[in-house]
């Protein structure tokens, strides 16, 4: 069976500092992965998603920049934090013939 | 542009009673929708899927609705248990792209003994 893992599940960061958020799959192969970001009533933000090594695609300008450095490994990162940063960081992934994604269990950012 | 309502924005009922939520979307051409729920600080986990044809679909005490010709969606929780307070989240897919989800914002749901 598929796992996906987040870490950390918590982190609270001062604005300035760099962040790294790993996001992981087991079970599978040539995932299509996703980063996004939730926002305390509102639907989820699509950030980032990936189709294969090294593929990022962007979907809004932001602070954030997104890495693919193994098949299923994606990592969100920024060299510096802003306060508008903070959010529940969700990563996901998917077959790459089905729209069905799977959740992570998230990460909650606090920037202060 | 694509967009997924939700209706209420939240809910409180007592435990045994049955409750539904409404899902509304503009999102075109339309592939399928789903229901998800999230328990508070974790990931969505589906519920339901339900593509053009399929006008209801249940999953335990969960039946989803469809109604592809006037873009609504419910989702009828029956006989509530404690363990069924989360937030109920709308998701739409586009024909067109698929990978791209249309996310709505979500129904709290709080059950109480």
């Known amino acids: 069976s598929q796992t996906i893992h987040q870490w950390p599940a918590t982190l609270v960061q001062p604005v300035g500092s760099p962040l790294s958020l790993e996001c992981t799959v087991e079970g599978t192969s040539n995932p299509n992965l996703y980063w996004y970001r939730q926002a305390a009533g509102r639907g989820l933000q699509l950030l980032f998603y990936s189709v294969g090594i090294g593929q990022i695609s962007s979907e809004v300008p932001q602070n954030l920049s997104a890495s693919r450095p193994q098949d299923r490994q994606f990592i969100l990162s920024s060299k510096k934090l802003l306060l508008s940063d903070s959010g529940f960081y969700l990563c996901?992934?998917?077959?790459?013939?089905?729209?069905?994604?799977?959740f992570g269990p998230g990460t909650r950012l606090t920037v202060l | 542009k694509n967009q997924v309502e939700q209706s209420p924005q939240s809910l409180i009922i007592l435990e045994g009673k049955n409750c539904t939520l409404q899902?509304?979307?503009?999102?075109?051409?339309?592939?399928?929708l789903r229901w998800y729920k999230q328990d508070t600080g974790r990931g969505p986990v589906s519920l339901t899927i339900m593509t053009f044809s399929e006008n209801t679909k249940s999953n335990g005490r969960y039946t989803a609705t469809l109604d592809a010709d006037t873009k609504q969606s419910s989702l009828h929780i029956t006989a509530s248990q404690l363990s069924d307070s989360a937030s109920y989240i709308c998701?739409?897919?586009?024909?067109?792209?698929?990978?791209?989800?249309?996310f709505g914002a979500g129904t709290t749901v709080t059950v109480r003994a």
């Open positions: 998701v739409v897919s586009a024909r067109s792209n698929d990978y791209k989800l249309s």
């Open positions: 996901a992934w998917s077959r790459g013939d089905r729209n069905e994604q799977f």
């Open positions: 899902c509304n979307y503009t999102v075109s051409p339309f592939s399928n």
